[in-house]
């Protein structure tokens, strides 16, 4: 049985993926009490929790929203650091067999929010970060894939202000599936966006 690592587990989205792969999965949950990533300390933990588990799936569903009263590092590390450490740590730990990381990305990559700055900018590093690290694992066992979802019916969308209403928001359940679909079980790691 494949194995899946799941970052934010404890997250609408992450818990929602956790429970669509259960049957089909080894699902290993991890939240930010569990294994608290985006900090300088991350290299030793992604070590430890690689070797622990051994996944063959690692789907980051972490992130965070924040307006402009927001702390720079805290939407940074997390939306966008902790990928960045995977990196690294596959730089230097040639898997044995094939491994995808997958992260969570938002249609709000595409455009500056006014109230949302630091979240929509984090949001397009992280694009820009995937992409240069497809290239830079072309043909090798490790590969990324970044799912850009537009608005979910989630709690993470309905706290915000001054972001455009729209009747047909995805589903959590939605969400998670097109994740899954896209990011894990697509022979192609690629870029989705759902956004269009
Ligand atoms: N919801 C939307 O409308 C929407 C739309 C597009 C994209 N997305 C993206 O989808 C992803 C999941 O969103 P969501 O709606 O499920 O958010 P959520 O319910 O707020 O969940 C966020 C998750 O991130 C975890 N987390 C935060 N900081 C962490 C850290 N330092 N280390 C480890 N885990 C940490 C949280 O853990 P705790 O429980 O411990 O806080 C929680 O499990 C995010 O990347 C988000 O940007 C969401």
Redo the contacts with the bound molecule.
């Keep these: 049985m494949r194995k899946v690592l799941i970052?934010?587990?404890?997250?609408?989205?992450?818990?929602?993926i956790e429970k669509q792969l259960e049957q089909e999965m080894s699902v290993i949950p991890?939240?930010?009490?569990t294994?608290?990533?985006?900090?300088n300390e991350d290299a030793a933990k992604i070590v430890s929790v690689m070797n622990e588990h051994d996944p063959d799936f690692i789907v980051?569903?972490?992130?965070?929203?924040g307006n402009n009263e927001v702390d720079f590092n805290q939407i940074y590390?997390?939306?966008v650091r902790?990928t960045w450490d995977f990196i690294k740590y596959f730089m230097s730990h040639q898997p044995s067999k094939p491994v995808r990381y997958i992260?969570?990305?938002?249609?709000?990559y595409k455009s500056g929010r006014r109230d949302y700055m630091l979240?929509s900018s984090s949001?397009a590093a992280l694009v820009n970060l995937i992409q240069g690290a497809q290239e830079y694992f072309d043909g090798s066992k490790f590969s990324l894939s970044l799912v850009?979802?537009?608005?979910?019916?989630?709690?993470?969308?309905?706290k915000?202000k001054n972001v455009a209403n729209s009747s047909n928001?995805?589903t959590?359940e939605m969400?998670a599936n097109k994740v899954i679909e896209l990011g894990l079980l697509h022979e192609l790691a690629s870029c989705w966006d759902l956004s269009n």
């Design positions: 970052i934010g587990a404890s997250g609408e989205i992450g818990s929602e991890t939240n930010r009490k294994l608290d990533l985006g900090t980051n569903c972490a992130g965070i929203f590390d997390v939306n902790i992260a969570i990305g938002s249609s709000a979240y949001k850009n979802l537009p608005g979910v019916n989630s709690k993470m969308r309905n915000a928001l995805m959590v969400a």
